[in-house]
């Protein structure tokens, strides 16, 4: 609606960071449907910074199917980055789903090399 508005009353075409904000309020608000429908419909591939809202706001509202696609989009776009890989196990782990939850933390443990660092005191 506030899309439409924005090209039928200001002629103005809404960019990647007015999608990203929109899509991040409806998934902190639960509405993960909706936010998911807004991914689809805009004419911008979705970027990381979308698909971690997606995959948190899964965390909080417990929706696996939905964590699963964003955290696999995630693992393809950064797949050094340990946190998709945390939170999915995380959302798994609330759901009681174990094996789900060692297979991810077997892929992370194989994908995700630790970064060492020194320091002196």
């Known amino acids: 609606e506030y ?3 924005m090209r039928t009353d200001y002629g ?5 960071d007015q999608y990203t904000c929109l899509i991040d309020l409806y998934a902190r ?7 998911r429908d807004l991914m689809e419909e805009m004419p911008y591939d979705p970027s990381c910074i979308i698909w971690s ?3 948190s706001a899964c965390k909080i ?8 696609e964003a955290a696999n989009q995630l693992i393809k ?9 945390l939170t999915l196990a995380h959302i798994y782990a609330r759901k009681g789903l ?5 297979e991810v933390r077997s892929l992370m443990q194989q ?4 970064k060492y660092a020194w320091s002196w005191v």
Do not use: H, Q, T
């Open 3 to 5: 899309f439409n508005k």
């Open 12 to 16: 103005l075409s809404p960019d990647i």
């Open 29 to 35: 608000n639960g509405d993960l449907r909706k936010a």
């Open 53 to 55: 809202s997606i995959l």
């Open 61 to 68: 509202y417990g929706d696996v199917e939905l964590g699963r």
């Open 77 to 85: 776009m950064e797949p050094c980055n340990a946190a998709p890989y």
């Open 98 to 102: 174990w094996n789900e939850v060692s």
């Open 111 to 114: 994908r995700v090399k630790g």
